[in-house]
């Protein structure tokens, strides 16, 4: 498939990307997956479902600002009561309190929000130890940032090891799919390119993405 394939329309730079692939894989295959395995099999499950719960409730209230951008008023008044509620009730969001209330999550980036000001995705890209993305989510990483409650935290240790328990955090709950994905993919970078980008464009239209240009799309 690398070899003499045709690049898609939403993959112009396919060559690259799967050279940023490659390594991507081979960090993760070295250090990420067992350190996340390992973090998985001797990290209480309650505790990992706390710091689990601490992370998207500092999400949440980035995907406050984000709903308001979009207009989307429901979504951000669930996302801002979510925040209050497991924050003051759920110890700081380690208790997912609102959940149990029927309190749905809206989770929303920049990259998101400029999706539905129209702004196209632009080429897809791998970006390296973050993975799959697109030209105008990697512009809007920077945005992101500066809405992250982690990276703005004032002491560089903190903020830094807070940043990798996110991460490995992250990447432990992704074990099941990237397993499945290793047993069913014969190519596992068409098949990661394919299900981010159609997994993105239904999220930015809210489950229902039009069906004239299905890729690529926003």
């Not at 690259?16 to 998985?40: E, G, H, M, S, W």
């Not at 982690?150 to 002491?155: D, K």
């Not at 014969?186 to 464009?201: E, G, K, M, P």
Request: charged share 20%.
């Amino acid at each position: 498939c690398a070899g003499g394939a045709p690049l898609v329309a939403h993959d112009p730079l396919e060559p690259l990307n799967r050279q940023v692939f490659k390594f991507n894989d081979a960090l993760d295959t070295a250090i990420v997956k067992p350190v996340a395995i390992a973090y998985r099999d001797h990290t209480p499950t309650p505790l990992r479902q706390g710091i689990g719960n601490v992370f998207n409730n500092l999400q949440d209230s980035w995907s406050v600002v984000n709903n308001l951008l979009q207009l989307k008023i429901v979504y951000a008044y669930d996302s801002l009561a979510r925040v209050a509620i497991n924050t003051l009730v759920g110890v700081a969001g380690v208790v997912d309190v609102a959940s149990e209330f029927g309190i749905e999550r809206h989770t929303q980036d920049f990259g998101h929000t400029l999706g539905v000001w129209g702004v196209p995705p632009g080429p897809y890209l791998v970006l390296p130890i973050l993975g799959p993305s697109s030209l105008r989510d990697a512009v809007a990483l920077s945005v992101d940032w500066q809405g992250d409650p982690l990276g703005q935290l004032p002491n560089e240790s903190v903020r830094n090891a807070a940043l990798l328990l996110r991460g490995l955090d992250t990447r432990a709950g992704l074990l099941k799919a990237t397993s499945m994905l290793e047993e069913a993919a014969l190519d596992r970078y068409t098949f990661a390119r394919d299900a981010f980008l159609q997994n993105r464009r239904n999220n930015i239209f809210d489950g229902n993405p039009p069906q004239d240009d299905a890729m690529p799309g926003q």
